[in-house]
DNA sequence: TAAAAAAACTGATTTATATCAATTATTTAA
DNA sequence: TTAAATAATTGATATAAATCAGTTTTTTTA
């Protein structure tokens, strides 16, 4: 971890979240003067539940993971997933005063952080913007719910199926999954316990419905995994 | 199911919803010349699946489910309820043009529904309400996450003793549920077997945790319940 | 580069929970 | 008001998946 040193405006950032777009050059500059920027090794800790709110993130680079912590972060459930051009926190906004999720890299990353007044602030002045985030929350808590719902009802295999095609669609956007995603993982996602994580994709594997090479997962066969995600 | 005779003008609401306290008076005349005000018996649905959104509904009087069906309806997950002066259907602003979850009546109930394009139009031009609305998308999808996440996370016990402090506290409002509510709805709420659901519930009757009399819940013990939902 | 730690894997066993198959009670409808 | 349908209940049985206990492989760190 350590602060970035070159705070680009964000005006000139490359991939910012669509909702910034509703900013007028003013409010950009103000986003940027109240912004840093950090950067997280893999497996860091980003922010932590129990702490209290104070930024809303918006991820530039990398991969973060946003999860549950259970007895002591003894146990845990993922989530979701955040990607660059994507704001973690929103949820938080003129509600939570206490971090309900914690968030760490899951590979490395950078992660703007913008005072949540200023956010705040700036969604009473600017109702464009107000309409841009609307769509990001309900864009990201939609699919979030659904993720649960679904995976609950179904059973394992169902659950791996359906796991790997949300992960290449919504999150890795690729067959291949280049980013170190583990069987804990899968299990902490997915409800279930990695040793039945293992099994499931080694039957995954025998059936050529996916490839692991190098830490590599690549799917294979997508409609037999739909398949096997709606009946399994 | 059947139209309201007296299309009561929302200024004169006695339950509105928080946000539309934001809406000038003027603002809240078009509400009212395009929403139309809806009776639903017990049982009936109100919005269905797979069909067009429409509209944002308004619960002025009743409890509704809003549920997942799959199978052609064969199977059922309960995603969450809406209480008078809770809106159905915000996360489909800006984003859904299907209906992604049925909504049905647990008990009679009035829905206002409200022409979706007004909603949206509202939203960006008057800023306090866009405001208002993401306070109540906020709440509401943060505890129906939160809900689940936790739920997939227990035993069966404490599936259920959350789900009886999580009805009491956010849906029914009381430690009496005056509310007709069914061993299978606890299953769908919980997922769990309806036969898991009576025999816990049995359980729980006989330690005096909860009472059961004519159709009534009442949670006797929060303090164990809250326990049994903790570590069970 | 070796040692230590973490992750992946495997088979045997246990357990939680669903399913099955009835019976009884309660609603709803005719 | 009775018949029909739906919901609740119960015990016996089946089974999916977790846990346990270890081995092997991979990754990290010293």
Chains 1, 2 share one sequence.
Not at 1 to 18: F, P, T, V
Not at 151 to 170: E, F, P, T
Not at 184 to 192: G, I, K, L, P, V
């Amino acid at each position: 971890m350590g602060n970035s040193e070159n705070q680009l405006h964000c005006l000139d950032c490359a991939n910012k979240a669509e909702c910034f777009s509703h900013l007028s050059k003013n409010e950009l500059t103000k986003v940027t003067d109240s912004k840093v920027s950090i950067y997280y090794n893999k497996g860091e800790i980003i922010r932590k539940q129990g702490t209290f709110v104070s930024s809303i993130l918006f991820v530039k680079k990398g991969i973060t993971k946003i999860y549950k912590e259970f007895d002591h972060a003894e146990n845990v459930s993922i989530v979701d997933f955040r990607k660059p051009g994507q704001l973690i926190g929103l949820p938080d906004i003129f509600t939570a005063s206490i971090i309900q999720y914690s968030v760490s890299a899951l590979t490395d990353c950078e992660v703007c952080s913008i005072d949540i007044r200023l956010f705040e602030k700036l969604l009473t002045e600017n109702g464009g913007f107000a309409v841009g985030v609307i769509k990001s929350i309900n864009n990201q808590t939609s699919n979030t719910i659904d993720f649960h719902i679904q995976n609950n009802y179904k059973q394992l295999h169902g659950r791996i199926a359906h796991a790997l095609l949300v992960l290449s669609k919504n999150v890795f956007e690729s067959d291949v999954f280049n980013v170190p995603f583990t069987r804990r993982d899968f299990a902490e996602f997915t409800n279930m316990s990695s040793m039945s994580v293992v099994r499931i994709l080694k039957i995954f594997r025998s059936d050529k419905l996916i490839e692991m090479k190098d830490g590599l997962i690549t799917l294979l066969d997508k409609a037999k995994l739909e398949h096997i995600s709606r009946v399994g």
